[in-house]
């Protein structure tokens, strides 16, 4: 019997407004754990675009994108 395919779930695809991002991020929260708390701060910024982010929190592109989607170390 053939196997179905699947496609792997994006969140960041389902992120469209602040409301939802407050959202996400609060179960996030919630958990206390760091890994999912930083995952799902990696997430959002997918959703956003890490430039959008940078712009609105004055912090750079790169560090945004170096800390938080490839996972980089404690700031």
Known sequence: MPKDATTPFDPA???RTDEEAAL???DALQSGDPSVIA???GT???ARGASEVAKASEVSRSAIYNRLLE???EA
């Open 13 to 15: 695809a389902y992120i």
């Open 24 to 26: 996400y991020f609060d």
């Open 39 to 41: 995952a799902a701060l």
């Open 44 to 46: 959002i910024v997918r």
């Open 71 to 73: 996972g980089g170390g």
